[in-house]
């Protein structure tokens, strides 16, 4: 019930190309879908969010898909870049505080951008 | 200039030692997390802590303790009681515990066991 499923493990693209992550929750209470980005050796930063009001959230070249029915989710980076190589996490929480607010990761996306 | 500072950023640990890892915030946040990151394994959540004199237990709380005496800071004491200690350890804070609040990370300290 509370596992985020995070595929695939790694991903290699081309410059220039479409790098897509998919997600899947069982928890149909979550509420709240995030992206983190990790460059090695730092920590996670928050890349971009949705809520289940919107199937579709865009930030520059980073969009999130969500699909409550299939309860999943993803993630795409248009126009890749080396720069972008990175790994994502992808996470699930409820919208609430508190505890019951903890975010539950997926197991992580290493991405490699190739020029 | 706000953030989250970790250290050391490497630590090498001999078997059966405690070990203590620090986690200072200057952003003036209620809560802060302690998560361990294993290669393929994502973020899993140690020990968090909503305010100051309170915290609880994560997911793998085994074999871990901490203390949060300040608002600023959730130091971390690996026990010897840790089965398998050698990981990269991230401190998080955000504003208030959960939900839509962005949690902010440390750059991680990464702990070895010779």
């Known amino acids: 019930q509370q596992q985020v499923k995070q595929s695939p493990q790694s991903l290699i693209v081309q410059k220039g190309g479409i790098s897509i992550i998919n997600c899947a929750y069982e928890?149909?209470?979550?509420?709240?879908f995030p992206w983190y980005q990790q460059f090695p050796g730092k920590g996670p930063a928050l890349l971009i969010a949705?809520?289940?009001?919107?199937s579709e959230k865009k930030e520059g070249r980073f969009t999130i898909s969500f699909n409550k029915s299939a309860k999943q989710f993803s993630l795409h980076i248009m126009d890749s870049q080396p720069g972008d190589s990175a790994t994502y996490f992808c996470?699930?929480?409820?919208?609430?505080?508190?505890?019951?607010?903890?975010?539950?990761f997926g197991k992580g996306t290493k991405l490699s951008v190739k020029p | 200039d706000g953030g989250i500072t970790q250290s050391p950023k490497y630590l090498f640990r001999k078997e059966g030692q405690n070990v203590t890892l620090s986690c200072e915030q200057n952003?003036?946040?209620?809560?802060m997390y302690w998560y361990r990151q294993d290669p393929g394994q994502g973020l899993r959540l140690i020990y968090y802590s909503q305010i100051v004199n309170d915290f609880q237990k994560g997911d793998i709380a085994e074999g871990y303790s901490v203390s949060r005496e300040k608002k600023e800071s959730f130091p971390l004491t690996v026990t010897s009681a840790q089965k398998n200690p050698t990981a990269f350890y991230l401190c998080?804070?955000?504003?208030?515990?959960?939900?839509?609040?962005?949690?902010?990370f440390g750059p991680g300290t990464r702990l070895t066991v010779l």
């Open positions: 952003l003036n946040h209620d809560a």
């Open positions: 998080a804070s955000s504003m208030i515990a959960g939900g839509l609040n962005e949690q902010f």
């Open positions: 996470a699930a929480s409820l919208a609430i505080g508190g505890s019951q607010g903890n975010l539950i």
């Open positions: 928890n149909t209470a979550f509420d709240y």
């Open positions: 949705i809520r289940p009001d919107v």
